[in-house]
């Protein structure tokens, strides 16, 4: 007992480590598609244009789509089976930390609690993180409609190191959906 003890501090910090880096997907798909037809992709540059994030980023979304998919084995085409557009979504979250520093220690004649405990009274902190939110649709090129969609929301990076490192996780994540899985 004593050791799972001495190691909850550990555990409990690598939960929240791993809760803040985790990325939420779902998908959806058109039913009664037959998804083993499509074997060739190109990017729709009309959808493509109108997502809200960075040329620089949009290229790292699309450059990690490229890898994804040829790793499933497709083929970039000028005659695609698919086309592969993206938007994104972003949200601004504000958390206001009110310490208000009462605490349990010394306090001037012996240990208690106290609300004076500390010097700084009313110590108030504020964050601020960026939830993103990228869809991926697969687009059938001869009916142009929507096949498949993917989505996947998580907490974005403000280091620049990191970027490309969140958007292919972001992108794997999605795509780890696709082909979906159909039960006979």
Known sequence: MKRLLKFTPVLILLLIVSACS???VASDYEKGT????????????????????SDLDKKRILRAIE???????FVKSENPDILISIFTKAREEINIYNNNNM??????????????YYNNFNNTS???STEGTLFIDLIDASKKELV??????GYLTENMNKKE????????????????????
């Open 67 to 73: 890898t994804e998919m040829t790793n499933k084995g």
């Open 148 to 153: 498949w969609q993917g989505v996947g929301s």
């Open 103 to 116: 605490g349990w220690g010394p306090y001037g004649y012996g240990w208690g609690w106290s609300p004076y």
């Open 165 to 184: 490192e969140r958007i292919n996780e972001f992108v794997g994540k999605i795509l780890e959906n696709y082909p979906p899985e159909l039960k006979k």
């Open 34 to 53: 037959t998804f083993e037809q499509y074997k060739t992709y190109a990017f729709y540059k009309t959808g493509i244009d109108k997502a809200e994030i």
């Open 126 to 128: 504020v964050t601020s």
């Open 22 to 24: 985790s990325i939420k």
